[in-house]
């Protein structure tokens, strides 16, 4: 993962426990497997303005690194696993 973005926020990409912190999963995993994971752009657009920047940190991380990212890959990995055990939300 981007080392830029604070441990906190690191925290919440891999636990999606609130609607800022889901949008950057939905990304992240988006970005991990795009044919897997789809995104909600209006989400990830209405975002803070701090998380809007890691969102645009995650994408630069993935354009410059892409699969050689292996500690983010690994991160998207262990979100894509809790996230197949966990019913999804109706219309989600």
Known sequence: MNPDLHPVRCQWLREGHHGGARALQDLALNL??????AVDMRQVCGLSDEDRDAA??????????????????????ESATARLGQPQAVGG
């Open 56 to 77: 645009l940190s995650l994408r630069m991380d993935d354009r410059i690194l892409g699969e050689r990212n292996y500690v983010f890959m690994a991160q998207c990995r």
């Open 32 to 37: 991990y497997s795009g044919r897997a994971w």
